[in-house]
């Protein structure tokens, strides 16, 4: 059974920071290209940033030099540090993990706010 079991959200003031992080079970952690995903109230769920099995990192645009993915395949855990937080952060997390088949955690709580 694979399980994807998100943890780090909460509340922070702009230009603060938060570390996210993504423990993986039940799959082959190694191969997967890892990913996280945020979902705004009525908005689309948008691509953060992704992590390939080899390491190489994507980001959308909005988070580039803010926001930096990483992974430790010795603990099947991807993790997002966020920094210079901005209100527009606020959304809730999703971690993704892609390869034949596609495996969703079950989100968590970012709150960037004043």
């Known amino acids: 059974q694979v399980r994807l079991v998100e943890s780090g959200g909460g509340s922070a003031q702009p230009g603060g920071s938060l570390r996210l992080s993504c423990a993986a079970s039940g799959v082959m952690f190694s191969i997967y290209t890892m990913a996280w995903y945020r979902q705004a109230p009525g908005k689309q769920r948008d691509l953060v940033a992704t992590?390939?099995?080899?390491?190489?990192?994507n980001y959308g645009d909005s988070v580039k030099g803010r926001f930096t993915i990483s992974r430790d395949n010795a603990k099947n855990t991807v993790f997002l540090q966020m920094n210079s937080l901005k209100p527009e952060d606020t959304a809730v997390y999703y971690c993704n993990a892609g390869y034949i088949d596609n495996f969703w955690g079950q989100g968590t709580q970012v709150t960037v706010s004043s």
């Open positions: 992590i390939t099995s080899l390491g190489s990192t």
